[in-house]
């Protein structure tokens, strides 16, 4: 059966259709969570299921422009990513509650003013790199690293290949390394 025969009919609410579908993709999606979980990650069964719940609530919306497959394998993928940010976030969230008991306070805030002062010095240290640079290199990583732009969308406003473009932010990356240490070692005076 092909992929648009069998959306309509598990749209038009046909129970046979619907566990067709979950029977096709349930091992494919399974495979996905693994690669990206872990094999013994006790949420992979989660995420097969909530990947499915989405796919039929928004089943209506696939413009099969991709397989059924990869559009599922995508929305899979992203619940996975999602469940991976959430622990990371979760994971230095306690760190950081553990370094909180075991840290005395007066010491963190000690510590947090050096930081605060370490970053302005390297702050102060980029703005004086970037002030030697080049105005093309100055603009490039302008678009990439303080606009966000992706690389495509600088080819596009440079009007040179991507490859161009990443080379050229590469080396412009490089060349501003330099003078950041440069800046930070004491030898570059504003």
Known sequence: MEDKELVQKVLAGDPAAQELLVKLHR???????????????PEVEDVVQETFARAFTNLSGFEFRSSLGHWLRRICTNLCFRRYRKRKRLVLQAQEDLEGLFTPKALAVEEEKEREIEKARRLEALARG??????????????????????????????????TVMSRLARCRQTL????????SGGMDA
């Open 177 to 184: 390394r330099e003078l950041v240490m440069k800046v930070l």
């Open 27 to 41: 091992e494919p999606l399974r495979r996905t969570c693994v690669h990206i979980l872990g094999w013994e990650d």
């Open 130 to 163: 970037k002030e030697g640079l080049g105005k093309p290199c100055r603009d490039l990583v302008g678009l990439r690293d303080e606009q966000g732009r992706s690389y495509a969308e600088i080819s596009n406003v440079l009007r040179v290949p991507m490859g």
